[in-house]
């Protein structure tokens, strides 16, 4: 009974002691890298590297935006499989924000469910599809369906984003009109503290 006291009080000290030294190292190396990161990101060179990154990102955007579902649905399967899912999110996304602000959405759930299932499928049939000898093109009857799913994804975003935009209107009215008496009372306050402060 004593030798199993003494064993778990060794772990238990072990384990803090371990515990200790990992908070510690994890300490010691966020502040070298704080320290050491203000030093180099002034540098020319890092601002290069970064404005070079910043400028992808934003081409990749540009590029997501303006490009067609038919423009998504090309390339290799691992990236088409990414972009369907990020068409498939981003309308979720939309709509359920559009529900938790009483918008009108209609079925458009029921709708997302389904696209979530046929995303399913067709993401099945782009990774069999990666087996595919290298030499060999890709059926285009998958990446038909892949294109209509992004486009119905794409009509569906459209759509809660228009239901959330009418929804918030007259909270944006308020808004407005609440700010504009609020200036006028500021401004008429200022104009009154002026005219006592004026010398007579």
Same mark, same amino acid.
């Given at each position: ?9 060794? #772990?238990?000290?072990?384990?803090? !002691?371990? *515990? ?19 030093? !180099? ?6 601002? %290069?590297?970064?404005? #070079? ?10 590029? =997501? ?12 399967? /691992?990236? !088409? ?16 924000? *559009?529900?938790?602000?009483?918008? @009108? ?5 029921? +709708?997302? &469910?389904?696209?979530?299932? +046929? ?13 595919? @000898?290298?030499?060999? *093109? @890709? @059926? ?6 892949? /294109? ?6 794409? $009509? #569906?975003?459209? *759509?809660?984003?228009?239901?959330? %935009? $009418? ?6 009215? $308020?808004? +407005?009109?609440? =700010?504009?008496?609020? !200036? ?9 503290? &002026? ?6």
């Amino acid at each position: 009974m004593t030798f199993l006291v003494h064993a778990l009080a060794f #772990v238990l000290i072990a384990a803090l !002691v371990g *515990a200790a030294g990992l908070a510690v190292a994890f300490l010691l190396a966020r502040s070298y890298v704080r320290r050491h990161w203000r030093l !180099v990101r002034g540098h020319i060179v890092t601002r %290069g590297v970064l404005a #070079v990154l910043a400028a992808l990102a934003a081409g990749r955007e540009r590029y =997501a935006s303006r490009a067609t579902p038919t423009d998504l649905s090309r390339g290799t399967s /691992a990236r !088409v499989r990414r972009r369907m899912w990020t068409a498939v999110e981003d309308a979720e996304i939309a709509v359920a924000h *559009a529900s938790t602000h009483d918008a @009108p959405v209609a079925d458009l759930p029921s +709708v997302c &469910r389904r696209l979530r299932a +046929v995303a399913e499928d067709l993401d099945a049939l782009l990774r069999l599809e990666r087996r595919l @000898p290298r030499n060999a *093109a @890709p @059926p285009e009857s998958v990446r038909s369906r892949v /294109a209509e799913v992004i486009g119905a994804a794409r $009509d #569906v975003q459209a *759509a809660a984003l228009g239901a959330s %935009g $009418d929804a918030a209107q007259p909270q944006v009215r $308020d808004l +407005v009109r609440h =700010a504009s008496e609020e !200036v006028e009372l500021v401004s008429a306050a200022l104009s009154r503290l &002026r005219s006592l402060s004026t010398p007579r």
